[in-house]
């Protein structure tokens, strides 16, 4: 069967996962359901897991829009990964792995924003539409594992590390196997050259979404929102994260009031956030 080897500057973004074997033709994705201090050793143990088991790339995914992003960005990049195997449990707040499900299934609208699924934000504004139609047809299937929020049971398939290493084993197959309802087997590498796209820009909307004159207090809180972490963590001191975002919009508070914003994984929404209210 045909492989390819990766192009230089493979993977091109940065994140919170493992490069295994460049060959493989699947990657492990673990939803991260906490925040980034507080990551569990189950879903720690899951990443090694993945890759100890051969995967190409083994990590987390917290967000349903720049962690879906660098996901699809450092898939293209490798034409051999074919499969993804996602397991750990559901994030309640941001639903990437529904978000993820559902970028398979369905694609995105003109806009860019992810066909049927629930999540608050799933807008995929940073990557051209060429780049996410070759994630969906390069990825043959979503190996479907994500437990329920809140699921602590490390029996279960999706937090079962034994279960992850056998998902893996089966996509390596020279001849079709079955497992849990799946068909899968190594058909090799996808037939078009690698894409090896870098996020260059983060801003999480539209320029069409920018604050415009005239708009009320209200409606500025709205769209101020969209960037927040929405966890209603009450650690800014508000009660609500749209509370806090109202009070953003009338200037009474400050995006340092949001320990939140400070985590990595919303640098992009802090920077975005930082330009509207300049």
């Known amino acids: 069967m045909l492989k390819v080897k990766p192009p230089d500057g493979y993977p091109p973004e940065e994140g919170r996962y493992v490069r295994g074997n460049d060959y493989s033709p699947v990657a ?29 790339l083994s990590g987390m995914l917290q967000t349903e829009n720049i962690g879906l992003e660098k996901m699809v960005c450092n898939i293209a990049a490798n034409p051999n990964i074919r499969y993804i195997v996602l397991c750990g449990r559901e994030s309640a707040g941001h639903l990437p792995g529904e978000s993820l499900l559902a970028l398979k299934q369905n694609g995105v609208t003109e806009t860019k924003q992810i066909i049927g699924t629930k999540a608050p934000t799933p807008h995929l504004y940073n990557i051209p539409l060429e780049l996410i139609e070759r994630f969906r047809n390069q990825i043959i299937s979503v190996i479907n594992l994500l437990c329920q929020p809140g699921e602590r049971d490390t029996s279960v398939p999706g937090l079962n590390p034994k279960v992850l290493e056998k998902a893996v084993w089966s ?27 870098k996020i260059a820009s983060k801003l999480s909307q539209p320029q069409q979404d920018i604050l415009q004159p005239g708009k ?10 969209k960037f927040l972490p929405k966890t209603n963590c009450r650690k800014c001191g508000k009660r609500t994260c749209l509370a806090f975002a109202i009070e953003l919009a009338k200037g009474k ?7 939140i914003l400070d985590q990595p994984e919303f640098a992009a929404d802090r920077q975005a956030l930082a330009k509207l209210l300049k």
């Open 253 to 259: 508070c400050r995006l340092e009031e949001c320990p």
């Open 171 to 197: 996509c390596y197959q020279e001849e079709p196997v079955l497992f849990m309802g799946y068909t899968l087997y190594d058909i090799g590498s996808y037939p078009e050259p690698a894409i090896c796209h």
């Open 216 to 225: 009320s207090k209200l409606d500025t809180g709205f769209m101020l929102l």
């Open 28 to 56: 492990v994705c673990v939803t991260l359901d906490t925040f980034d201090f507080a990551i569990p050793a189950e879903l720690n143990e899951l990443v090694m897991a993945g890759v100890d088991s051969g995967a190409a």
